[in-house]
């Protein structure tokens, strides 16, 4: 078997996991502050996050999926665990990234309102 279809198998279901599992409690944890946002209006609260949610998955699987058209050959079995770990990893930091971008704007965002 190709050892680039078999690293872009496990890396396009390791990284969809994570990308799921992280919007997942982004979402169930993010409603207190899109609440805070939109005092006294439920729905608008609920649509809101619903939104993002799906916005913070196209981004993040987009992303992924187009990080493949840039991997090498893999000859061995050592350059496929190095490539999915690699490409993984960056992955992880963009989400880390992305995600303390987002809280940096809510909490000026919240101080502004609240002044």
């Known amino acids: 078997m190709n050892l680039n279809i078999l690293g872009y198998l496990i ?19 993010g409603i207190v502050f899109v609440n805070h946002l939109y005092p006294n209006h439920e729905t608008l609260c609920l649509q809101t996050n619903i939104i993002l949610l799906t916005g913070y ?3 993040n699987i987009g992303y992924a999926t187009l990080t ?3 991997w090498e050959t893999i000859l061995n079995p050592t350059q496929l665990i190095e490539n999915i770990a690699l490409k993984t990893a960056t992955i992880l930091c963009i989400l880390t990234v992305l995600h303390y971008l987002n809280l940096i704007t809510i909490t000026l965002y919240f101080k502004k309102t609240t002044v």
């Open 68 to 70: 493949i058209s840039e």
């Open 11 to 29: 890396y396009l279901f390791l990284t969809v996991w994570i990308i799921l599992r992280v919007g997942h409690q982004l979402y169930r944890n």
């Open 57 to 59: 998955y196209l981004v």
